[in-house]
């Protein structure tokens, strides 16, 4: 576990974003976006290499303070240490971003001992506790925000990326369920639902990208515009609420049948 700063000048008058999964996708793209904002950062990722590129590059483009921290949050106890990080750099975190996640495609009877354990780390428990640890310092501030990266997955059933789906729709029911708790205490949750977007975790997670897959940068935009109306649900693109608003009528099993006919062609190997 590592840490580096990009420049003396912390920039105290602005505010800090901490991003997990700030080292490629959408964690990139959102850290890029809210540079151009302004924001200071604190970027935090598995791949010390790439989180010192996308440091450097900020600073240079956007003249803000990036500090980065190397970890893996499926690790025992991941969320405490970033927690404790943040404090011992003195690091007042204005906004948390959960972007960090595990994808895995296949039969759910074909999968290996343990292949479900670190989607659910990072997808579930990471999530939870980084949310519940920094949402009570911001009350106690009486100001944040939180915004948790879900998925239109969390809206229906998902064959062959079963576990995926069914933890983005944790994602989603915890979120929104955090935010009414902390109605009142100056801090919001915001919830950001992308279809599929064009990144690397696709084939991470054993399948091919769909070709109409929406680049990071354009969920990045739409995720920053929401956060800065204190929007509960960002869903970015017509087509990505189109196919929300038909999962909440359709049935669920007509819901799996059409997944099903989406996600296994895009399998790998």
């Keep these: 576990m590592t840490s580096d700063t990009t420049a003396a000048n912390t920039h105290k008058n602005k505010q800090t974003a901490l991003i997990t999964g700030a080292s490629s996708g959408i964690g990139a793209a959102l850290a890029r976006q809210l540079a151009a904002h302004g924001w200071n950062l604190a970027l935090v990722a598995r ?48 906004l948390l971003v959960n972007n960090a996640g595990a994808g895995h495609s296949g039969p759910v009877i074909a999968a290996a001992d343990y292949a479900y354990e670190r989607l659910i780390d990072l997808n579930i428990t990471s999530m939870t506790e980084l949310s519940r640890l920094f949402a009570g310092d911001m009350a106690g501030r009486g100001r944040g925000q939180i915004l948790n990266v879900a998925s239109t997955g969390a809206y229906q059933p998902g064959p062959y990326t079963a576990v995926y789906y069914a933890a983005k729709s944790y994602v989603h029911s ?52 929401g956060l800065l109306r204190r929007q509960r649900l960002i869903i970015p693109g017509f087509g990505n609420r189109l196919v929300i608003v038909l999962s909440k009528i359709l049935p669920g099993h007509w819901l799996a049948w059409m997944v099903a006919r989406i996600q296994k062609p895009l399998l790998l190997g």
Excluded: Y
């Design 174 to 225: 915890f979120s929104l369920a955090l935010d009414e708790e902390l109605r009142g205490t100056g801090v919001s949750v915001s919830l950001l639902c992308p279809g599929a977007t064009a990144t690397e975790f696709s084939s991470r997670a054993g399948k091919a990208d769909l070709t109409s897959a929406m680049p990071a940068a354009q969920v990045a935009r739409a995720a920053v515009q």
């Design 47 to 94: 791949n010390q290499e790439r989180l010192d590129l996308i440091a450097k590059d900020l600073h240079r483009q956007h003249a803000v303070s990036v500090e980065i921290l190397a970890q893996d949050l499926a690790q025992p106890a991941a969320a405490q240490m970033v927690h404790a990080w943040t404090r011992q750099h003195g690091i007042t975190v204005d």
